[in-house]
Nanobody, 123 residues
Framework: QVQLVESGGGSVQSGGSLRLSCAAS????????MAWFRQAPGKEREGVAA???????RYADSVKGRFTASQDNAKKTLYLQMNSLKPEDTAMYYC?????????????????WGQGIQVTVSS
């Protein structure tokens, strides 16, 4: 089994920054794919940033140029640096992982999920 624990969320004003972390533990061998999703109240869960087996990163159009995903393989930790935050970025953010995935992986391709962490951006 794999456990994912998110940290670093909170409240920030519009234009501010936050850095989320997702630490993986347990059977992390060959855990090649990790991603960030978010879900706002009344909306479907959407992908924010995802790394595939080749190490490529795909971003949602809404966060390109503002968010950066990075990974520390030694620490089995995925990060999400969020800059120039907007009120529409307010959501519960989830970390997800899978042992294999393609560049266009959807949320249904991920086997493991964290509990989520709240990010609130005020105007």
């Amino acid at each position: 089994q794999v456990q994912l624990v998110e940290s670093g969320g909170g409240s920030v004003q519009s234009g501010g920054s936050l850095r989320l972390s997702c630490a993986a533990s347990g059977d992390t061998y060959s855990l090649y794919c990790m991603a960030w999703f978010r879900q706002a109240p009344g909306k479907e869960r959407e992908g924010v940033a995802a790394k595939d087996v080749a190490g490529r990163t795909r971003y949602a159009d809404s966060v390109k140029g503002r968010f950066t995903a990075s990974q520390d393989n030694a620490k089995k930790t995925l990060y999400l640096q969020m800059n120039s935050l907007k009120p529409e970025d307010t959501a519960m953010y989830y970390c997800a992982a899978a042992r294999t995935c393609g560049y266009y992986a959807s949320r249904y391709d991920y086997n493991y999920w964290g509990q989520g962490i709240q990010v609130t951006v005020s105007s």
